[in-house]
């Protein structure tokens, strides 16, 4: 699902969830519907984060190499409206910089660690339905 929604720099939950849930329904019949909407939500969180953190990195790289490329000095730079312009450009060729990278395959996020929560009333079943000291035995 992570490559998936990568590859095709999906950041919609929405969309992601219209185009693989059925598959995922296929592929795990009888696993409760919520992990499958989980896993769709971690994976655009996951996909965003990791476009949004490295599209500002190479913002600040493009940013510098603009002024260098346009020869401006500190003076130039006093200007508001001229570094506004600026920081719009380079942000905007970063993001498309990150989108190749991303469909390309170059860039993928990577899972460090999960931890799953495992909360669901089937899990919680009381043994017997007997006489009330019964009623505390848990599986």
Not at 57 to 73: A, N, P, T
Request: aromatic share 12%.
């Amino acid at each position: 699902m992570l490559s998936y929604a990568s590859r095709n720099v999906i950041e919609n939950y929405y969309r992601l969830e219209n185009e693989r849930y059925r598959e995922l329904r296929n592929i795990y019949p009888n696993i409760p519907s919520h992990y499958i909407h989980g896993v769709c939500q971690d994976a655009v969180e996951r996909v965003s984060s990791l476009r949004r953190k490295r599209a500002r990195q190479y913002s600040r790289e493009i940013f510098d190499e603009l002024v260098k490329h346009l020869g401006l000095r500190k003076r130039d730079l006093r200007s508001r409206r001229v570094v506004r312009h600026l920081w719009k450009k380079s942000w905007e060729i970063a993001r498309h910089q990150v989108d190749l990278e991303m469909s390309d395959g170059i860039l993928v996020p990577r899972i460090n660690s999960v931890s799953l929560w495992l909360v669901d009333d089937h899990l919680w079943k009381p043994e017997t339905y007997g006489c009330y000291e019964d009623q505390y035995k848990w599986r």
